[in-house]
Structure formats: C-alpha cells, structure tokens
C-alpha cells in the first residue's frame, strides 16, 4: 500500500498544507473535524482527478487534551484524542496519505503540557512529588505575590498559585498549559521518547510549538519594561516587557539540536521549529538558527511574510536579504498565513489573493499554504457568544481564521451534518470548493495550475532566486538551473505596469489571469502575476 516516493530529502522542496483539523471536515457529526475526515478529504489534496497536488500535510495537534487551547495543551503525548479519532483512524490517515505520496507532519507541543497531563497532576500534588522538577515551582515573593515579574503571553502573571502546595508555577500561556522543566534532564528524554512513538509509526515529521521557551533564565530574573512602554499611561502587557529571560536562554539551540538529532535516528524526516528570533535583523537571528541547528533535519518558519506591508519594495528587500544567507543544505520556509493570524484574504484584499498564491508557490524551499486560503477565505465575523479561542480580548482572539473549510453550497458549506464548532463564513455558497473546482478561473484552478507546474520545473523546485529590478510596483526574480531559467513577475498594485522591454520578448507560461491574451505582453494587468520562460541572452533589465 505504501506508494511513497522513496526521494531522499523530500522537504527540501515540499508544498505543505496546514490543517486545523477541528475545522476541516466532520465525518461523525459533531460539529468538529475529525481524523477520518481528514482521510476522507485526501483525493482533494491530491491522488484524485481534481486533487490540488500538495507534497505533505501539517495537522495541528491531535493528541489527547482537555482542549483549552484547542490541542495545544496536550494531556498525553502519545494518544489521540477522542474528539479526533482514534490511534487506528491516525494509521489509516497515515496508510492513506503515503499511498498518495503525501507526507505527514504532525505538530509537536514541547514548551508546556495541560494541567490535566498526569505529569503535572503528580508535580502538583506534593512538594518531593518525583515529577515536582518536571515544571517549574517557586515560592512566592516577599509580597506573597508572583515569584517575579514575568507575563504570560495570553494575558496576566506568568506565575499561578497553586494551593496544595503552597507555591508557584510557571505558564508562558494559559493558566492551563503548565511549561516543563527542560533543564531537567527526565524531561528531555520523556519528550524525545514521544517524538520517537510517532517516528516509529511512520510520521514524516513535526511542527515544532513555542520553541523560543526550550531554555530560559536559571535565576528567572526579572524582565525589563520595554523603553517606548510608560507605565503611567497603561499597566504594561505582554509586548510592554522585553524577554531575555523567559525565552531564547542559553539552551535552546541545544535542545533543538537533541530533538533534531532524535529526527537523524530516522530515514528522510524533518522538524520546522516554530522559532521567533529577536534582535534588530531578524534575517540575522534565522541564520543563526540555520547554523546552529542541524539544516539537514530542521529549518526555523520565516513568518515574515505575513507581516510585511503588502508592496513590491518590501517583499523584494526582505526575499533578497532572506536568501543571501541560505546555503545550499539550508530550507527556507515561506508562509503566508496560519491558525494564529488573520487571514490572507483579509490582510491584502481578495484581487491580490492571486498574486499571493504565484509568491509563495515560485519561491525556493518548502512553502506552507493555510487551509482554505486556495479559495480565498476571509476572516469571518465571529459574535461575542461566539467566541471560542481562550486567548480572544473582545473583537479580537484567532476564531476569525480558524473557521469551517467551506466545501460545497450545503448546510455549513458540506462541513458538517451537525452544528459547527465555529460559524461558517457568509458567502459560503458562492465561494467553496465545488464551485470553484467548476470554475476554470477561479483561485483553486490557479493554485493547481501553479502547483503542477512547481511539479515540472526543477528550476522553479531546485534552481536559484535572484530578484531584479523591474520598478517599484513589480517584485520580479529568476529562478534558474542549469538547463531552465524562468521569470517571475509579480504586480503588487491596482493599476497596470509596463514591463522592461527585455522582458516582453519572453514566453508567457503561466499568468494569474486565467484568460489572458498572450497579446499585450508588455505589461502587468493589475495584481497580476506571471511567468515567463527567460532567454539569459535577452535579458538586460
Ligand atoms: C503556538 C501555537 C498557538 C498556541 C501557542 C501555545 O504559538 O501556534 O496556536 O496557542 O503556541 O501552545
């Protein structure tokens, strides 16, 4: 049954999919997505006629939790749980994937477990509990209050007082989502023997949560306020406190280079660490990333796509800097979205949404596309009794992208026979899969059409990136090995833009505009994005 591609180094150039699996498709009616939906769903992906042809899957997690941050508080690492499936539904998803030649790529949870985990149910109990060293405990300061002054990342005190005991311990989140003790040996080893569980059973590879807390300060000294913060204006937030202690400690490459190092025991697996650098030139803390962790089983996500003004210049300055510093055994991740940021759709406009997808799907390394952002779902307006995520202030909270993939004009867009666990957007009936797989020039056909051709192009999946200079509203760039060049042309603006005359002479091959004239070549249709075969001999500009 295992019809997997045996291509050693399968991520270097993999196009992976993010599912939140609570919202992607509900076999058993309960309102909330479900393993064998996910299976169920695999011929979209890709292996059926209308497939859209991803490389891997990226599954938000799925193990057993008492789901206050839905999945990310994991009470048992090495279980499913009930609300998804079972550990017989995850072999067959796994069974059924490999046979397409999809990868698998689960998503791992070290920084911190749910208060329900057993490990932290004995840590509290006593004081000389075994497990006490698993977490971190601390009395309470001279005042009775928070050891010191470190936040949570959701809101308040970092610190929560447990009774039984009389101390403190730590939470980098929720209240719920007690953060391990990674200095403690057990607890490395306790970790490493769970990545191994899923490893043995045939899973590619892991997403790797919160990394930043792997290591921190051993005197857990306190944060300093941030210089633009005054705190007569405000009590300071999260944001307000700079965090040399609580995160990037002096461990933490270690510590992903021993998980990275449980990743080499294995054949052809990879970890993509959920990493946020700090420092002025984040571009300078990814290579340090790059250099310190083993490339050949791990790459940091760049989220700086996500963040940049959506304009020509900036992509371009930053792409540019990014790659200067990839060495060949290097995987640049590109992403553009993901279940903890508003949607793309939202964040640049639905026109633009196609020249999104031509970006992220011609860049060099291993792009990761968000559930649903191949049809162009937006952030959906989500009610105050409505709202689901712990970590929502009102009209805030990440609800909003995490809704119901919308698959046909049925009741709750063919997600689910029973209530969803979140509203489905509003014009689902005119913006789902079924109609857009109808369409020839919908988003979904574009997005397949590009990845098809990723599929053919060695130079567009091995070959190199240079940018040039096509004025300020175009980002253009080369992708070229030694047998192919081609051109990427990328209009970041409303209006049309003239192209450089070198370039009008080359081949169109593949354009955003799925009816477009290959007359009139010598420009830019509005957010339109092409690309062009390149003679190296004609190209001046
Ligand atoms: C990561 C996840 C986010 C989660 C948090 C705590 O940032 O992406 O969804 O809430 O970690 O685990």
Known sequence: MNQMNKSKNWYRDAVVYQIYPRSFYDTSSSGIGNINGITAKLDYLKGGPEGLGIDAIWIS????????????????????????????????????????????????????????????????????????????????????????????????????????????????FLTKQADLNWDN???????????????????????????????????????????????????????????????????LYERLNEMAS?????????????????????????????????????????????????????????????????????????TLGNHDEPRLASRIGIPATRTAAMLLLTLPGMPFMYYGDEIGIENVAIF??????????????????????????????????????LPVAADYAERNVAVQLANNAS?????????????????????SYQSIDCGEQIFGYIRKNESHSLVILLNFSDQAQPLPESLQLEEIMLSTISNRSIQNSAWLEPHEGQIRGLKLSDFNC
């Open 262 to 334: 449980v990743m080499a025991e294995y054949d052809n697996r990879f970890m993509i660490n959920e990493a946020h650098p700090k420092g002025d030139d984040i571009v300078v803390g990814y290579a340090e990333y790059y250099a310190a962790i083993d490339p050949d089983n791990s790459a940091p996500f760049n989220f700086q796509c996500i963040y940049l003004p959506w304009q020509a210049n900036a992509f371009r300055s930053y792409i540019d800097h990014f790659q200067s510093t990839m060495l060949p055994n290097y995987t640049p991740i590109y």
């Open 61 to 172: 997690p799925i193990f057993t939790s008492p789901m206050a941050d839905f999945g990310y508080d994991v009470a048992n690492y090495t279980d499913i749980d009930p609300i998804f499936g079972t550990i017989k539904d995850f072999k067959n998803l796994l069974e059924q994937a490999h046979a397409r030649n999809i990868r698998v790529i689960l998503d791992f949870v070290p920084n911190h477990t749910s208060d329900k985990h057993p490990w932290f149910i004995e840590s509290a109990s006593t004081r000389d509990n075994p497990k006490r060293d698993w977490y971190t405990w601390r009395d309470p300061a001279v005042d009775n209050g928070p050891p010191n002054n470190w936040l949570s990342y959701f809101r308040g005190s970092a610190w929560q007082y447990s009774e039984a005991t009389g101390q403190y311990y730590l939470h980098s």
């Open 185 to 251: 040996p057990e607890v490395r080893e306790a970790m490493k023997q769970a990545m191994r569980f899923w490893l043995d059973m045939g899973v590619d590879g892991f997403r790797v949560d919160a990394v930043d807390g792997l290591s921190k300060d051993a005197e857990l000294r306190d944060e300093p306020l941030a210089p633009y913060h005054d705190p007569a204006v405000r009590p300071y937030n999260y944001t307000d406190l700079l965090h040399p202690f609580s995160r990037d400690g002096p461990h």
């Open 443 to 463: 988003l979904l056909h574009l997005y397949k059409s590009l990845l098809k051709f990723r599929k053919s192009s060695v130079a567009l999946r091995e070959g």
């Open 384 to 421: 105050p009794d409505q709202v689901r995520d712990p970590f929502a202030e009102p009209g805030k909270g990440r609800d909003p992208e995490r809704t119901p993939m919308q698959w046909d004009a049925s009741a709750n867009a063919g997600f689910t026979n029973g209530q969803p666990w």
